[in-house]
Nanobody
Framework: QVQLVESGGGLVQPGGSLRLSCAAS???????MAWHRQAPGKQRELVAG???????NYADSVKGRFTISRDNAKNTVNLQMNSLGPEDTAVYYC???????????WGQGTQVTVSS
């Protein structure tokens, strides 16, 4: 089992940047890690993921703007978000999935609001 705690959300102006961090209770390299988001009235969607082997993938809507990274020494997975727009407003959730098992763990989420 792994506990996940997100931080770094907040209010930012359009065009600005934020860095989200997910603190895991275990080494994140044991899991396929991902950031998801859910906007009001919409389904939760995958934003970016990094596998246990280090491969990354991104939603088309964030490619070139967001970067997911992992710090095994600090047990964190980060999401650097640049060139933010109002469409990025959502609650962002950290997710850990056990490889070849499918068991999912979720954090409590952190709110990101992009507004002038």
């Amino acid at each position: 089992q792994v506990q996940l705690v997100e931080s770094g959300g907040g209010l930012v102006q359009p065009g600005g940047s934020l860095r989200l961090s997910c603190a895991a209770s275990r080494n994140p390299s044991f899991y396929n890690m991902a950031w998801h988001r859910q906007a009001p009235g919409k389904q939760r969607e995958l934003v970016a993921g990094i596998t246990y082997s280090g491969d990354t993938n991104y939603a088309d809507s964030v490619k070139g703007r967001f970067t997911i990274s992992r710090d095994n020494a600090k047990n964190t997975v980060n999401l650097q978000m640049n060139s933010l727009g109002p469409e990025d407003t959502a609650v962002y959730y950290c997710n850990a999935k056990v490889p070849f098992d499918g068991t999912n763990y979720w954090g409590q989420g952190t709110q990101v609001t992009v507004s002038s």
